[in-house]
């Protein structure tokens, strides 16, 4: 990308340059946080916690080390599978078509910042995907910053965890989670009606949504100080091509449509039995399970699909190494009683009607220090509830708590960033320059809503 001089008064240009800085000489690799976690964790394990011995230290971390695993793979295949659909043809098509109605920046900016706003409330992996690739698709057909267009469409990603495939929230609606902590305490499930679909979560979504398009446009960087694509530099990857002339049977059935019919007529057939034989698809298998089978459809065969989860597992590989430590560092917590001594002080400083806020401006503390919502509830999970029920405050509200301040937090998180910058081809700090202020207007926003609707 070509880069044109700065002009050092710009007071938009010295925020976004300072928050560059900041991220740069701050914030190491996500892998490297979790290790300084698991340390932090251990320490104050033994420091502080009631039943801490060296035998429980370790043998939690370790329980906890393969017990998150079924969550670690259903996370990551959320992201594989949200990727892989979006890179459908189709997909790929409807994308363009909606792009083209955008006739300025700012109308291109406010546009994929809605489109990944609803899609990510349904589909957090699909949401994260498009936020890049309809950035690319709006640089190609318009003079625009890029890093500021990409951060347009990550700005949209500021409601997953709010939405209908929140890790949070599915958990605690997936009776016999491994995550599912509100259970486990209580012996409760929580539906989605009770967390996602309620005023409190809905209210500071939909407010989120009518106000950033406005911030977005003030954030826009002037023509003269604009960072463009360079698609000679970060080109799209090759689609899978049918080969020409006579085909073996092996390379025939590989392109042939007939292994992507029987996998969807497979998935209908789900589908239905769910409705009238009583079949349990729901929660984060539902969710995987639903992209899968509209991505191989629509792919159009078996190869092309696996194609698709092959460029998308380049982007997840680092979820699989961190997903293991964030459950030995819940596994700790759980052998040594360390959660209790944590939620006794909420229980001192909150009450029921506080308790969901001061959950959420903990939330916005530990997602910097642990960058998946998975992980995180593992680990702020265990002592808010605990503390939720001693004051006899909404459980479903401190668990909704947790999951809009990870949500928010997320926005200058460089884990998640990173997947996004890979797939667009620009660099990480100076997007997470401008989504700073998403993360100010975001973190008000859902923080009032907490203290005032619930």
Request: hydrophobic residues 55%; glycine residues 8%.
């Amino acid at each position: 990308m070509k880069q044109a001089a700065v002009a050092p008064s710009d007071p938009k240009t010295r925020f976004t340059e300072a928050i560059i800085g900041f991220f740069e000489r701050w914030m190491p690799d996500p892998f490297v946080l979790a290790i300084l976690i698991t340390a932090i964790v251990a320490v104050l394990s033994l420091a502080i916690a009631p039943h801490a011995t060296l035998p429980r230290l370790f043998g939690g971390w370790y329980k906890g080390f393969f017990d998150i695993l079924t969550f670690a793979i259903q996370i990551t295949l959320i992201l594989v599978t949200g990727h892989a659909f979006a890179h459908a043809p189709p997909v790929q098509r409807v994308f363009k078509a909606i792009v083209s109605i955008a006739r300025t920046p700012i109308q291109a900016a406010a546009l994929t910042f809605v489109l990944v706003a609803v899609a990510s409330f349904f589909n957090w992996g699909f949401g994260l995907v498009i936020s890049a690739l309809l950035a690319r698709e709006v640089a190609k057909r318009m003079r625009v910053d890029f890093a500021w267009i990409v951060a347009a469409g990550f700005s949209g990603w500021v409601v997953w965890a709010s939405g209908m495939s929140s890790s949070i929230a599915l958990a605690q609606a997936t009776a016999g989670s491994p995550m599912n902590v509100v259970q486990k305490l209580t012996g409760q499930v929580l539906p989605l009606g009770s967390t996602v679909f309620t005023v409190f979560n809905l209210v500071p979504t939909l407010l989120t949504l009518a106000v950033m398009p406005f911030v977005l446009a003030w954030l826009k960087p002037s023509d003269e100080n604009a960072v463009v694509l360079d698609t000679q530099k970060h080109p799209e990857p090759p689609p899978c091509q049918r080969p020409v002339g006579k085909l073996s049977f092996a390379h025939w059935i590989e392109h042939s449509w007939i292994g992507s019919a029987f996998i969807g007529v497979g998935g209908i057939g789900v589908f239905v039995m769910a409705q009238f034989q009583h079949l349990n698809v729901s929660g984060v298998n539902a969710v995987i399970f639903t992209m899968f089978i509209a991505g191989v459809i629509l792919h159009g065969s078996p190869l092309a699909y696996g194609e698709a989860v092959k460029n998308a597992t380049k982007q997840s590989g680092s979820m699989l190494l961190q997903y293991p430590l964030y459950g030995g560092i819940m596994g700790m917590m759980d052998a040594t009683g360390l959660p209790d001594v944590v939620s006794h002080f909420f229980i001192a400083i909150s009450n029921a009607h506080t308790l969901p806020f001061w959950s959420y401006i903990c939330s916005l503390i530990v997602t910097f220090f642990i960058p998946s919502g998975g992980g995180h509830w593992a680990v702020q999970g265990p002592f808010v509830v605990p503390a939720a029920v001693s004051l006899h405050a909404s459980v479903p509200a401190t668990t909704m708590a947790v999951a809009m301040g990870e949500q928010v937090s997320n926005m200058l998180q460089p884990f998640w960033a990173a997947p996004v910058v890979a797939m667009a081809g620009v660099g990480v700090q100076r997007v997470l320059g401008f989504t700073m202020m998403t993360f100010l207007v975001s973190a008000v926003i859902y923080g009032v809503a907490l203290f005032v609707l619930v």
